[in-house]
T-cell receptor
Framework: GENVEQHPSTLSVQEGDSAVIKCTYSDSASNYFPWYKQELGKRPQLIIDIRSNVGEKKDQRIAVTLNKTAKHFSLHITETQPEDSAVYFCAATDSWGKLQFGAGTQVVVTP | EAGVAQSPRYKIIEKRQSVAFWCNPISGHATLYWYQQILGQGPKLLIQFQNNGVVDDSQLPKDRFSAERLKGVDSTLKIQPAKLEDSAVYLC?????????FGEGSWLTVV
């Protein structure tokens, strides 16, 4: 089955700097890669997703890149703000369409 | 648009007791999921329904966990008897297509 690895597990950035989270996956048939943001005690919320026929997607300060050959994808947050502090999860669908999550990255944005 | 509704939000039980969680998905979503999220980890799929049929329950501990979705809408997840390691957030989610939307979760503490 699909195995998704996510790095780093924690990330501390100064407000205004950029944050990058990287994920790798194992199933070459995976074709959908969402990113979720989870604030403490809240539900995971989809912030951006990308499909395998696209290499990059951007939405305001958030962008995701996908390298299918290397089987890795990354989340980029620019001009970070304190409200970006949360746990971020990457995920990938396996060949059965089941979504497999990474272990999460705790992002802390310090003023 | 109403989101995924779950109840109860919080539950504390003693080991060997039973507990049931209820979920109402987003209207019109045929696919319903139950995930288990242990503190500090990503969500792990327990069971996936398509309408009222089970698509995947390979990671459901069937000796103690059961789930049903009798009319293809609401779903219940039951644990009996509970163990200490079942302490987690139980997230219900639904989808129509690739995007999965999560409920706020039911927090279970087994003491």
């Amino acid at each position: 089955g699909e195995n998704v690895e996510q790095h780093p597990s924690t990330l501390s950035v100064q407000e205004g700097d950029s944050a990058v989270i990287k994920c790798t996956y194992s199933d070459s048939a995976s074709n959908y890669f969402p990113w979720y943001k989870q604030e403490l005690g809240k539900r995971p919320q989809l912030i951006i997703d990308i499909r395998s026929n696209v290499g990059e997607k951007k939405d305001q300060r958030i962008a995701v890149t996908l390298n299918k050959t290397a089987k890795h994808f990354s989340l980029h947050i620019t001009e970070t703000q304190p409200e970006d502090s949360a746990v971020y999860f990457c995920a990938a669908t396996d060949s059965w369409g089941k979504l497999q999550f990474g272990a999460g990255t705790q992002v802390v944005v310090t003023p | 648009e109403a989101g995924v509704a779950q109840s109860p939000r919080y539950k504390i039980i003693e080991k060997r007791q039973s507990v049931a969680f209820w979920c109402n998905p987003i209207s019109g979503h045929a696919t319903l999921y139950w995930y288990q999220q242990i503190l500090g980890q990503g969500p792990k799929l327990l069971i996936q329904f398509q309408n009222n049929g089970v698509v995947d329950d390979s990671q459901l501990p069937k000796d103690r966990f059961s789930a049903e979705r009798l009319k293809g809408v609401d779903s219940t997840l039951k644990i009996q008897p509970a163990k200490l390691e079942d302490s987690a957030v139980y997230l219900c989610a639904s989808s129509s297509g690739d995007t999965i939307y999560f409920g706020e979760g039911s927090w279970l503490t087994v003491v």
